[in-house]
């Protein structure tokens, strides 16, 4: 089999050291690992010849950016959706060649907001399209940058995808419902694939955890710990602050692993608090060396997290056969219930509960680690989503 993958979003490319860069190239990894011929077309690492097209050399934006205090907001982010759409059209003429060049058996297109080329390219060349859509788009959009005169436009898209396209991946059945209500053909095609993680990715590197612990003056502390991109919706001011209501014996740190336009806030909760002593913050750390982080914590917590997504850093937890705090969403109890996790609402006192609760009890952590990563390895690698995507497809 030959499949095409295809990303048309100008700005995920497929080498970011993030969640959805993870995603793209462990899928790639794991069909070329089973020995599938992938081809992939990311439009964010095409460089120059993916650029939007352009008013004289500065394009559109950059020209009126220097314009944009007296722009209403409405009407500046419909004007970065006509640049998109724009963009779409670009990269659809660039599908179709490599359609034409490569002859794929499928085009397993990462679908983002407002762009439809990839179907569009599919149904008129005959190719099976395999759609992962991985978040509600246009109400994402609303959330991150604001109302536009296009997001009707790319609900209408959105729709088009789920009625045309010959399958549908997504991380959630709470997601997965969501399509069956835009559309009724989507909920008979659509396979539920939560995030996974690659147990080769984990290297044990001698020493290094404890040079580590002992570069962040970890002493001997017992360790609670976090990993991700720190943005307000991640609920790590919740951490802090239940952090704040734990006896101090036996002692304890809170590890903050990552970067985020919060931090500065967090950090001055944190003095606020009168725990910034214990509260370490890393910053922004490579992805090849997440792993060791989290083999110096404890106890692994996740505070918040949205309606739909599939947090991977739970299972990156549980990969390393850690115990886990993990939030009340319906994708995270499907994947997770209280013999393999314990499950807090979003409020300091659910999480102090939690922290105590683990803190206090070693076996407890040991039985809950031991049963999540069991689980973590049987059903939740990309080796066994890269399968099912391909089941899907014949």
């Not at 790590?236 to 304890?252: C, M, W, Y």
């Not at 003095?271 to 002593?277: A, D």
């Not at 979003?346 to 803190?359: G, T």
Request: net charge neutral; glycine share 8%.
């Amino acid at each position: 089999m030959k499949i095409l993958y295809y990303s048309p979003h100008p700005r995920l490319s497929m080498e970011a050291p993030t969640g959805y860069g993870t995603h793209m190239r462990e899928m790639v990894g794991a069909w070329r690992k089973a020995g599938v011929e992938v081809k992939t077309l990311i439009a964010a690492d095409l460089g120059g010849r993916a650029a939007p097209v352009a008013t004289g050399k500065e394009g559109v934006i950059k020209t009126l950016r220097g314009w944009k205090r007296y722009i209403p907001r409405k009407l500046w982010e419909t004007v970065r959706d006509i640049q998109l759409i724009r963009f779409d059209l670009r990269m659809e003429r660039m599908l179709r060649k490599a359609v034409e060049d490569y002859q794929p058996d499928m085009i397993y297109e990462r679908v983002a907001y407002l762009q439809n080329s990839g179907v569009r390219t599919a149904k008129a060349t005959g190719v099976t399209h395999i759609s992962e859509i991985n978040a509600p788009y246009p109400e994402e959009r609303r959330y991150f940058s604001g109302d536009s005169y296009l997001v009707k436009t790319a609900a209408d898209n959105l729709r088009q995808i789920l009625i045309e396209t010959n399958g549908i991946t997504t991380v959630s059945t709470a997601l997965a419902d969501y399509f069956g209500g835009i559309a009724e053909e989507a909920a008979t095609k659509t396979v539920v694939l939560p995030n996974c993680v690659n147990p080769d990715e984990v290297i044990h590197s001698g020493d290094r955890p404890d040079d580590l612990r002992e570069e962040l003056q970890l002493g001997s502390a017992l360790v609670l710990g976090f990993v991700g991109s720190i943005f307000p919706y991640h609920g790590v001011d919740l951490l802090i602050e239940a952090f704040a209501g734990l006896p101090k014996a036996p002692r304890t740190k809170l590890l903050i692993v990552g970067d985020g336009e919060s931090v500065p806030e967090l950090r001055a909760l944190a003095k606020r608090l009168g725990v910034f002593g214990d509260v370490i913050f890393t910053g922004s750390v490579p992805h090849r060396d997440v792993y060791l982080y989290i083999e110096l914590m404890d106890i692994c917590c996740m505070a918040k997290s949205n309606w739909y997504g599939s947090p991977v850093k739970i299972f990156e937890y549980g990969l390393l056969k850690k115990p886990v705090i993990a939030p009340d969403t319906e994708p995270v109890k499907e994947v997770m219930d209280k013999t393999t996790g314990v499950i807090v609402k979003p409020n300091v006192e659910s999480i102090s509960d939690a922290m105590r609760m683990l803190i206090s009890d070693e076996s407890l952590r040991k039985r809950l680690a031991e049963t999540w990563h069991h689980k973590v390895l049987l059903e939740h690698t990309w080796d066994t989503a890269a399968a099912k995507v391909l089941t899907l497809c014949e």
